[in-house]
């Protein structure tokens, strides 16, 4: 089945298979930020941005992209054009071993579009939905705060 959406910023007819999950397809496509964890939506390392929300990629199916916008990590910056909240990641160390990294800077745009100046408790409910084991979050609570 063909399915139509954007992707990073460009228009892709993707042919899919019945039951083909996004983060299945996002990884075929080169598109390793989006990690696969557990599979059931709990460990955010699958985290994408959905016509700008994050939602969990293993939980999507792709015929229900059709028409949407899909933003991964490699869509948000490169090494030529980071973005502020990549940078300030990487000031505050809040990159580690970089499993869940992808996960928390894509929460941390959809706060910081809804809320430009959230308090520490919002920023850590942002981050419920991704586990980290390296961190403790208060790094990355730290770089989000910037």
């Known amino acids: 089945m063909k399915v139509s959406f954007h992707l990073n910023g460009n228009f892709v007819e993707a042919d899919v298979l019945p039951g083909q999950t996004l983060m299945e397809y996002l ?10 964890g557990c599979d059931h939506g709990e460990c955010g390392a699958c985290t994408v941005l959905i016509d700008g929300k994050t939602q969990n990629a293993c939980l999507i199916m792709m015929h229900t992209v059709k028409n949407r916008t ?13 973005q502020k909240i990549q940078r300030d990641f990487l000031e505050e160390g809040a990159i580690q071993c970089g499993y869940c990294t992808p996960g928390m800077i894509l929460s941390a745009v959809t706060l ?9 408790d919002e920023i850590r409910d942002a981050l419920t939905g991704n586990l980290c084991r390296c961190t403790g979050y208060v790094k990355p609570v730290k770089a989000i705060s910037k």
């Open 112 to 120: 910081l579009n809804e809320n430009p100046t959230p308090s520490e």
């Open 70 to 82: 899909v933003e991964t990590l490699e869509g948000l910056g490169s090494q030529e054009t980071v």
């Open 27 to 36: 990884r075929s496509q080169w598109l390793y930020s989006v990690k696969h």
